[in-house]
């Protein structure tokens, strides 16, 4: 399925007039260098390529060339387009080896080629006084890497770019006739099948030379006598088109999500840029400047479909998309998930998911950002690929998180009490609050207004985990107010076994505000007043839904209790400004 949409995607690509994708034996390569050549074949000088787009320090130019494919460790020279090693033999090591196989390879390709660049090329090739020639500073600049093409000197073209070779290099690309033939998985036609799968180079956590999708290496793979990927069952032709589609979206930026180590790419079925451009920015994407009608244009739609009205004519929602997410592992990439879905319905999966995860006090809604809670030192490559896979899938497709995910944000409350950074207790919660809610949904557990967990703190909630946390917060405050910053709060030393087992801590945390209280009165009277005020509220509550403190909170009680912990802080601090003003004239009035 994840092949025959690439394939649909490539054959899509090749009617776009204003797309420029490889055909056939050429791929879209990253060219640093350009070698100028004479009739002779003697190097007249090198120029570095230099473009707009950079990486980092390097500079490069994206080029057509002949195709690029897989190099492992063994030698494989490329033809027009290499690296000095191979052209220049530029390798303490295997340098001579290297040399010679592409002068071989050349060689092959060129040896009915009648043309005077061919002609060139191969006494480039012939001639071994290059290096003597070169100066040291360019010897030293072409050995640290980067691809080198020719260019005649006085042309307008480069080598490889004319007719000839070309020509020459298309009849000795052509599908090997020995290779073994079947029916295409893809197609459904006789053709010779593919030996390898196109390689996807420049992903953080794949090999340097590049990861392939599609891949065989061992025996227990082997079926029917076929190695590698021949097992596959797939033309050479459905092959390259599949490895070209992936390696355009990949290398489209506004198209491509980076979530931990998983990548998440998406394309639609039809020519769909605002809609493209909508998906990128539902997944965490920021769209550039001048698309910030698009932005403005998904917020007024997400607005109207949580409000239940009519969806507007700004979008296409029968545009079908495909989302893929893959993970380089060393030389393969790990396909996480494959899903299909309307515009549509991501948009209402989407609006879904940010009623779900709403909560007062937290901007953030984009999924990357919040799984970062789950990392620790918030490092992106620190989240488990199957939460991410698994979460990604419940925010495109609708369906409940995983209990990983739940039971990982608790972990972290325990390992460092959200303290190291003020957004990071809002994060979790809104992480905690999405998971609740879908999974009772999913459940189809009715909620009574005695159990529902609002955006805001709701005061009617008399769940024994949502209370403990309410009442936790109103402790740590009165403690702040009274002593000021203090090398450890009660959030600090408590909140893990707060959550966990609250009947052994929840004695000695009272005891412990009744000196803070007292010494907030001689401080602050009004704002004593007020804490006391929450506090018989919560315990009231508490003592009707059970004499005596539970001994344990389960993992869905202890969710509740961080949720009822930030939401509480947020009223305490929002009600601080109206209250304060009041309880302290009525304290002044009182002495």
Known sequence: MIVKELCSLYNRMLEDPDRDVPVMGWS?????????????????????????ETDGPARYRVLKVPEHETRSSGIKPYFCCDNAKYLFGLDERRGVECLAASRDLHNAVLATCDDAEARALLRFFGRDDHLAHLGDAVIEAISTGGFMVFRMLGASHRVHDASPIREAWNAYGAPDVDAPSGYCSVTGKMAPRARLFPQIAGLPGAQSSGASLVSFNFDACESYGMKKTYNASLSAEAAFAAGTALREVLGNRERRIRFGNTFVVFWADRPAPREESAVFQLFGGALPAEDDQTNQQVQQTLLSMRMGKKRDGAFDFNARFCILGISP??????????????????????????????????????????????????KQENVPSTVISQSFYALVGGSAFPEALQKLVLMRMRADQATKNPWDLGQRASLLKGCLVRKRRMKGVAVTERERIDMEMNPENQSSGYLLGRLFAVLERTQLAALGEVNASIRDK?????????????????RGYEVHTSALRKKNKGLAIKFDREMNEIVSHLSSVSPVLPKTLDADEQAEFYIAFHQELGHLWKARGVDDAADNTVSTEEE
Not at 494 to 510: K, M, N, Q
Request: hydrophobic share 45%.
């Open 494 to 510: 408590y909140i893990g076994a707060a959550a966990t087992t609250p009947a052994r801590v929840f004695s000695t945390l009272l």
């Open 28 to 52: 879209s390569e990253k060219v640093a260098w350009e070698i100028i050549i004479d009739q002779e074949g003697s190097v007249r000088e090198i120029l570095p390529l230099v473009s707009g």
């Open 329 to 378: 592992n060393a030389a393969r990439l790990s396909a996480r998930f494959f899903y299909q879905s309307t515009f549509g319905d991501l948009m209402r999966n989407y609006a879904q998911y940010l009623e779900d995860i709403e909560i007062s006090g937290v901007a953030t809604t984009a999924l990357g950002s919040l799984l970062r809670q789950l990392a620790p030192q918030g």
